[in-house]
DNA sequence: CCACCTATTTTGATTAGTCAAAATAAGTGT
DNA sequence: ACACTTATTTTGACTAATCAAAATAGGTGG
């Protein structure tokens, strides 16, 4: 059975990678899971060893088959716990992320199941994260950001992707969660400033790097 | 923060005390881990030196105030979690004991407060083991076991104090969860043969030493 | 009182995961 | 082509937890 450690790498080399077939580079890896680098490079050995993942020295690795089903059922643990966290125990979305982190290692198949089952299969996560399926299905739909969409248009936001809770805290009082409704005023590339109109008529303004991490779709 | 194999050693040695005062030997604390002695004398060392027991050399361990605190917080997470297992996801009973004890070392105390209040604040999990309280108090009601009560009184069972899948697997199978109502037909001390009598008629044979297991208290 | 049995402790090794710091490889610019 | 910068790998050391097996300390029975 893959110890925690374990799973933590390959879950990052899937976070890393984007659901793509590109190279996570040690680097990315190591500061993803807070770790020296040569620390990453002897647990990527062992991993390599065991056909979790391939590893092309000085350059990057990449998940296997048998690796990246582990990763998915990490990742499909970790992400239907935050839902039921919220939904069920009524926890602010903003601290879900960390309890997750502890119990995505504890947490069965079996249980898995039921807790999917209990939360009527969900396909995102409060943060509008996709949840892989039991198969290791994901949806990965690719979405405009607040930092890149067109101006003007009525916006929807559909996922916020930073688990840091105090960007969350943030987000959540400025009333930009999953589903609520918004569109962008105006972008000043030069001084990096993104000025949001929500439906009230409330106005936000962001930094270009914190509107990257907020997902949206045209509504409609 | 207390690791896993801190907060096992500190549990079992609350669970071999019987809440007691009692001193606990290294040969049960070793076996209730399995793991060899020497491991048990090192790891009990270590405590020693962390104040979270105090070890008595060639006597056995006892739990400090602060030791007792952490072990009790393990023991009500643990608890509250199996419940939570039968009650919300109705999971087997037989089955819940594994899945906690995996789960006991990665719930927070948040979710543990929120579990205690989404279930009602139980006294007692699906085995009938009594709760501890967010204050570490645990109900300590001392019962008769069907092998040390009076035979022909109408009983109830209010416990059953073996955590192993197929005794639990028996006990469910024969009707004997706590809750459930019988008496004791005859018990030969010979032999080591208890009989049962169901409410419904039905009789039941048992071992003297799985009869020691059930814990009942007169109906009434 | 001495030999023996049993529980406990000690000693020496092992494994997983980690850090610090030195060595190396791969560009990059001049 | 050469010196430089930067990412990566190697090396050596450490901690937590464990096992196997040898040493020891208490009783217990004769």
């Known amino acids: 059975m893959a110890t925690v450690a374990v799973e933590n790498y390959l879950k ?30 002897a647990m990527v050995k062992a991993l390599a060893d065991e056909g979790l993942l391939e ?4 350059l990057g690795v990449r998940l296997t088959t048998r690796g990246r089903r582990i990763a998915l059922n ?4 970790h992400r239907l716990v935050e839902t039921f966290l919220v939904e069920t125990l009524k926890m602010d979305w903003s601290k879900v992320h960390a309890e997750a982190e502890q119990l995505e290692h504890a947490v069965s198949d079996e249980v898995l199941d039921r807790l999917d089952a209990l939360l009527g299969h969900p396909r995102q996560d409060p943060h509008g994260d996709p949840i892989p399926n039991r198969a290791g299905k994901i949806d ?8 890149t969409c067109a101006t003007g248009r009525r916006l ?29 005023g105006e972008r000043n590339l030069v001084s990096g400033l993104v000025t949001l109109t929500r439906t ?4 936000i303004a962001l930094g270009v790097a914190a509107a990257g991490k907020i997902l949206v779709e045209p509504r409609g």
């Open 140 to 147: 990965s739909q690719v979405y405009a950001t607040l930092a």
């Open 200 to 203: 009230d008529g409330g106005k």
């Open 12 to 41: 990052h080399v899937l976070l890393l990678s984007e659901g793509g077939e590109e190279l996570v580079s040690m680097g990315d890896l190591a500061g993803a899971l807070a770790v020296v680098p040569g620390t990453a490079t």
């Open 74 to 77: 990490v990742l499909r643990k």
């Open 55 to 58: 590893h092309q020295p000085r």
């Open 156 to 184: 929807r936001i559909v996922r916020v992707t930073e688990q840091s809770e105090e960007f969350l805290r943030f987000a959540e009082d400025s009333g930009l969660r999953p589903g609520a409704e918004l569109s962008v």
